[in-house]
Structures are given as structure tokens and as C-alpha cells.
């Protein structure tokens, strides 16, 4: 009899400029919410691979979230619970587009949104249904692999609870730190893209359909945090229906809420004047934007769908609103070349982004990426720790894969040397000056981490080898 579940995901231990700016884990603390307002005893846990060990050897059954770069070492701690007799079903982005693989590891695996269909399987394991009627879930039946009809995704978002993140580790945990204070709580509002970037899994794991909680639902959600708390907006474009921002944004003034909040958007964002000037006016402080690229052919490459003029002009309307600008840029495109690299650095440093991140293209699996390179048999790294855009994983065209790497960590080293870094301070910009130090140390602790992974990918005609 199923009673007690535990939720969890394992933590990376990879190095980042996010590192130290840790989410709460909004799906699992989600699910916990949900099988708790059933009658189960639940938690969510977000820990290492050992503390999840010890924490979880009482539970009746195990949901692992996993995500690609954390596939490895979630597999590891199945492979341990279920030692122990503890069943393990597994979810999330990497065991949706990953089934079978997951269920070496797991009794079961659910595709896709999982906050109906859990239930649905604690139910069947408690003999009230039976397996066969829980969408999306894959299974096996005499030795032999079932996947059973698809989950529908969730239309009405309002009918889920807000999660209650007492549940992550018992409560135990402090909301993850923010700049130079506070802490930060994730507040989704919306699921789905309707764009279809061809390295992003997004719109394979919640469709290109836009689904969103209407604003009444959001606003009540809020009124629960505290002023000293920051609002991360989990979205993956909070933008992508103007009306309905505006409608949350105004709803949000009207509430004379005082904490500050940050989002993904698009360069697009800056098309909407008046959008702008809603987000600031309702406490928008920071905004994390994926430019990619500033190479005309790689945007086209990857059907992003924007213009490096619309990206200059994003940074500009935004910045002279005082909103911190935190771009994101891909290395690795086959349109890409050591000047695409130079000139993306350039665009960095010349139009004044306030933080950056400079990744590797990663083939995802679920993305449109990941099918062309398999089929193209240059996925030289099957090595799902590696996938954490900070490992090259497959063979370039326009350069070697040490090229790429040393490309990318010199464009860290570029954008926040200690020069750019201490201009900052005196221009009186002091968390970018604090964001700066970090990402600086960051990025040279990355390397001597890596060492032995550089040392082999810097070999002619090595293969590529495994992160550390």
C-alpha cells in the first residue's frame, strides 16, 4: 500500500554562473502539493545523491525529476532505492523523451505533464485502477515494455494548487539567495511556446500551444510571499501573450505589491513599448533574454525568429528603463566561426548587457537539434552528464571541439575580466560588480575542475572524453 511518496531531484554539482542561486524546484514541491491535499504522506527533496539516499529509505515510493545533465546521477540513486525495495517512477523533460532508458533504472516512467497522471499511478498501485488506464505512462508487463495511450496537457492551470514549498526537504531549506539578499521564489503563470527553437525541447515536453493561469489565479498566489522575497516568473516567455501580460502586470500595480520580480522574455519584448513600461511599474528589475547569436545565418539556422537589431534594441529600451539585462549566448551552430564568437563579445560588451552567460549548443534530447546530429552520426558524447551546455558533445563544423571549448571560456574570461568587472563598481553598478567577481572566480574554478577533460578534448583526434 502506497502511503508515504517522496519527490526528487537530484542535485548538480556542475559549475555555473547560477551555482549559488538556487530555485526551489516549483514541479516537484507541485507534486508533493498534490498527492499531499489526497491524503499522502509527501515531501519533495532536492538534494544531493547521498542526502537523498539517507533521507528517502523510508518512503513507499520514489518520483525522480530528471533532467538531462542530471540523468546519470538520478539513474544512480534509483538503481539504489530500488536495492533497497523502494519503487521508483521516473519524470521530467529527460525520461519523457527518454523512456526506455529511464526504465532500466525505474518500475515505471510518466511523459509529460505529471500532475494528473501521478495520482492516477499511486491509485494503481493501491489496486483502485488499474495500470493500463494511466496515460503516458510506460511500464512493463511480462517482461516486455507497454506505453500506453498519451497524457493530454493540462488546460486549465487554475486547477492546480499552489505549490507549498514547506514540503522542499521537510522545510528545512532557506528559498534560494538573490544578489544581495532575499530569497527567490518561482511563480509559474504559463506553460508552452509557440516558437520552435531548434535546440530547445520545450515545445516537445508542453506543446507550442500557449496555455496560461488566468490573472486573478496568479495574483492570489502572490499575495501569499512576503516584500522581502524575490518572484522569479518560471516562464519560458512570460511575454508570449502581450494581452494576457498586460492583464497580470496591471492587476499586479493595482495590488501595490512590493517586491521585485525577474522573467525570460524575448528580444520581441521591446516591439511593445507600453508592455515595457508596465513591467517596471509593476517591479520588473531583472530579465534574462536568449539572444544566441548575433550571426544573422546561425539565427536562421536555429528558426529563433528575431534580428540582432531587435536585439540592440531590446538591451536599450530596457537598460534606460533600469532593468537589468542578463543575456544568453550559443557557441557551436554550424554557421558559426572563432569571428561569430568574437563578434558576439563584442555585441556583449558594446551594447552594456549586464551579466551574460556564454554556453555550448547542446543537443537536447526531444529538440529538433538532437535528431538532425544523431541522424548526421556526430553525437560523439552519449554522456548525459556532459549535456549541461558547458561540455562540447558533438562534433562542430567551424571549429575542433577544443576550438569550441576554449572559444567559450575565453569569452567568459572577456566579458568579465577584472577591468570590465571593476568598472562596474565604479560606475556605481554594485550587484553587477558582485556578479562579475563570481562569474570571474567561477570561470577559472571551471577550468581547473576540468583539467583532465580539457587536457584529453586538447589531444589531435581524440574522442570526446567525459566532464568530470
Not at 11 to 29: D, N, Q, V, W, Y
Not at 406 to 420: C, D, E, K, P
Request: hydrophobic share 40%; proline share 5%.
Amino acid at each position: 500500500m502506497i502511503q508515504k511518496v517522496s519527490i526528487l531531484e537530484v542535485k548538480s554539482e556542475h559549475l555555473h554562473i547560477f551555482s549559488r542561486f538556487e530555485l526551489p524546484r516549483i514541479g516537484a514541491t507541485l507534486l508533493a502539493t498534490i498527492l499531499r491535499d489526497r491524503g499522502f504522506d509527501t515531501e519533495a527533496l532536492f538534494l544531493s545523491r547521498a542526502a537523498l539516499l539517507k533521507r528517502c529509505i523510508t518512503t513507499d515510493l520514489a518520483g525522480i525529476s530528471t533532467i538531462t545533465a542530471t540523468a546519470p546521477a538520478s539513474y544512480a540513486v534509483a538503481d539504489d532505492l530500488r536495492r533497497r525495495g523502494i519503487p521508483v517512477v521516473f519524470g521530467g523533460p529527460h525520461a519523457s523523451f527518454q523512456p526506455e532508458e529511464a526504465l532500466a533504472h525505474g518500475d515505471y516512467c510518466l511523459i509529460g505533464e505529471a500532475e494528473q497522471t501521478l495520482p492516477m499511478l499511486v491509485e494503481a498501485l493501491n489496486g483502485e485502477r488499474t495500470l493500463e488506464e494511466v496515460p503516458g505512462l510506460v511500464w512493463r508487463r511480462d517482461g516486455l515494455v507497454v506505453r500506453n495511450a498519451p497524457a493530454r496537457p493540462i488546460d486549465n492551470l487554475d486547477s492546480l494548487p499552489f505549490p507549498d514549498y514547506s514540503l522542499l526537504d521537510n522545510g528545512r531549506r532557506r528559498m534560494g539567495a538573490f544578489m544581495l539578499g532575499g530569497s527567490i521564489v518561482p511563480v509559474q503563470t504559463s506553460r508552452g511556446c509557440p516558437y520552435d527553437c531548434s535546440f530547445c525541447s520545450v515545445t516537445g515536453m508542453f506543446g507550442k500551444r500557449y496555455r496560461f493561469r488566468s490573472s486573478a489565479n496568479v495574483i492570489a498566489e502572490l499575495e501569499q510571499y512576503q516584500p522581502n522575497q524575490h518572484i522569479f516568473f518560471y516562464d519560458d516567455n512570460f511575454a508570449a501573450n502581450s494581452r494576457h501580460t498586460r492583464e497580470l502586470l496591471r492587476a499586479m500595480i493595482e495590488r501595490n505589491f512590493r517586491f521585485h520580480w525577474s522573467t525570460q522574455v524575448r528580444a520581441d519584448v521591446a516591439r511593445d513599448p507600453e508592455l515595457l513600461d508596465l513591467m517596471v511599474r509593476a517591479g520588473c528589475s531583472t530579465v534574462f533574454i536568449g539572444f544566441e547569436s548575433v550571426d544573422p545565418q546561425a539565427l536562421a539556422e536555429m528558426h529563433k525568429g528575431q534580428s540582432v537589431e531587435e536585439m540592440r534594441r531590446a538591451v536599450h529600451e530596457l537598460r534606460r528603463r533600469g532593468v537589468h539585462v542578463h543575456g544568453m549566448f550559443v557557441f557551436g551552430f554550424d554557421a558559426d566561426s572563432p569571428d561569430t564568437v568574437h563578434a558576439t563579445v563584442d555585441f556583449a560588451i558594446h551594447e552594456r548587457i549586464d551579466s551574460a552567460q556564454f554556453l555550448l549548443l547542446t543537443p537536447l534530447p526531444g529538440s529538433e537539434l538532437f535528431k538532425r546530429l544523431s541522424a548526421e552520426g556526430r553525437l560523439n558524447d552519449r554522456d548525459w552528464d556532459d549535456y549541461d551546455a558547458h561540455h562540447v558533445t558533438f562534433r562542430p563544423t567551424g571549429f575542433t571541439a577544443w576550438k569550441l571549448q576554449l572559444a567559450q571560456i575565453r569569452a567568459h574570461a572577456r566579458f568579465y575580466s577584472w577591468t570590465r568587472v571593476v568598472g562596474r563598481l565604479l560606475h556605481g553598478r554594485l550587484a553587477g560588480f558582485i556578479v562579475g567577481v563570481y562569474a570571474h572566480r567561477l570561470n577559472r574554478r571551471w577550468a581547473w575542475k576540468e583539467r583532465s577533460y580539457l587536457r584529453a578534448l586538447r589531444q589531435p583526434g581524440a574522442a570526446l572524453p567525459a566532464g568530470s
